[in-house]
């Protein structure tokens, strides 16, 4: 079975910075688009970043110029690079795996970043 375990989250102060990790088993990373997620409490879940198989990336206005996502795909990992990070920016993140041809979706757990003000 697919998974897709994300780790790094956790307690930052306002400016701080956290890695995400999100590493997948069963199926290679580089076949996939990659994508983080977050959801914050009361708010639907929204789109934070995006990273093709060719290698573009977009991400949500709220977080340009501050986040990075990338893979590794000798460790079959993608990673979500947090800079500069805000108050507003505390979420569960979670990380997606999608291949139309082969009809792949996947989600990771979860993990929590909260950011003190």
């Known amino acids: 079975q697919v998974q897709l375990v994300e780790s790094g989250g956790g307690l930052v102060q306002t400016g701080g910075s956290l890695r995400l990790s999100c590493a997948a088993s069963?199926?290679?990373?580089?076949?996939?688009?990659l994508a983080w997620y977050r959801q914050a409490p009361v708010k639907q879940r929204e789109l934070v970043a995006t990273?093709?198989?060719?290698?573009?990336?977009n991400y949500a206005d709220s977080v340009k110029g501050r986040f990075t996502i990338s893979r590794d795909n000798t460790k079959n990992t993608v990673y979500l690079q947090m800079n500069s990070l805000k108050p507003e920016d505390t979420a569960v993140y979670y990380c997606?795996?999608?291949?139309?041809?082969?009809?792949?979706?996947?989600w990771g757990q979860g993990t929590q970043v909260t950011v003190s003000a």
């Open positions: 997606n795996a999608e291949s139309r041809s082969t009809g792949l979706n996947v």
């Open positions: 990273l093709t198989t060719g290698g573009s990336t």
């Open positions: 069963k199926i290679p990373v580089s076949i996939a688009t």
